[in-house]
């Protein structure tokens, strides 16, 4: 068992909104010319997208 495996709780939640509205931010500033913008939140997006994986379900 990993150590940082816990079980999804209401902050779990939270960051899967924020998850989602770092995606669509991130489309958003890629179709409006802001790459480098969009590529800083594409990896914010990876982050909170690895940390969501490690929580279990």
């Not at 770092?22 to 409006?32: K, T």
């Not at 010319?33 to 279990?56: I, Q, R, W």
């Amino acid at each position: 068992m990993r150590p940082n495996v816990h079980e999804p709780d209401l902050g779990d939640l939270v960051v899967v909104l924020l998850a989602s509205t770092l995606a669509g931010l991130r489309d958003r500033l890629a179709s409006d010319g802001f790459d480098p913008a969009a590529e800083l939140v594409a990896d914010l997006v990876e982050v909170t997208d690895d940390y969501l994986t490690s929580v279990s379900a």
